[in-house]
């Protein structure tokens, strides 16, 4: 998965920086350092992270190691990592159903605190795992 999504970006990039980086992915698929569909357990994928191979490449490499999404972490890539036992950058505002029982558990907005509430997901912006550069990177 990693680097499926890596592949997309510097397609995404374009330009040296977009073919650069594409030429690193092709070094890594010739040289065996990763491949398309890795072999992982479900533990590492989920929770305990992957740090081999393109995962590994982004967490060093200038490029990318500052724009990481929050999937990434000091255990490297896991799905779910930072969504164990807790609520970090998730809030909602979820509706009652004492107006309408319709909508009941209707999910109306959704932010990273109660302050950034919004009901227009199209314009969310994910900050990567640092907490900086909260923009559209990935």
Excluded at 120 to 131: F, I, P, Q
Aim: hydrophobic letters at 35%.
């Amino acid at each position: 998965m990693p680097l499926a999504g890596l592949m997309a970006k510097f397609v995404e990039l374009g330009g040296y920086g977009g073919q650069g980086g594409l030429n690193a992915v092709e070094t890594m698929l010739k040289n065996g350092t990763d491949e398309l569909f890795a072999l992982t357990t479900v533990g590492d994928f989920l929770f305990r992270g992957i740090k081999t191979g393109a995962a590994e490449w982004m967490m060093i490499n200038g490029l990318t190691s500052n724009r990481l999404p929050p999937v990434f972490r000091e255990n490297g890539f896991a799905l779910f990592n930072g969504k164990q036992d807790t609520s970090e950058n998730e809030c909602y505002q979820v509706e009652t159903g004492q107006e309408d029982w319709e909508q009941h558990t209707v999910i109306t907005k959704w932010g990273k605190d109660s302050q950034s509430l919004s009901e227009d997901l199209s314009k969310a912006e994910t900050c990567t795992w640092t907490g900086k550069y909260c923009q559209k990177w990935w």
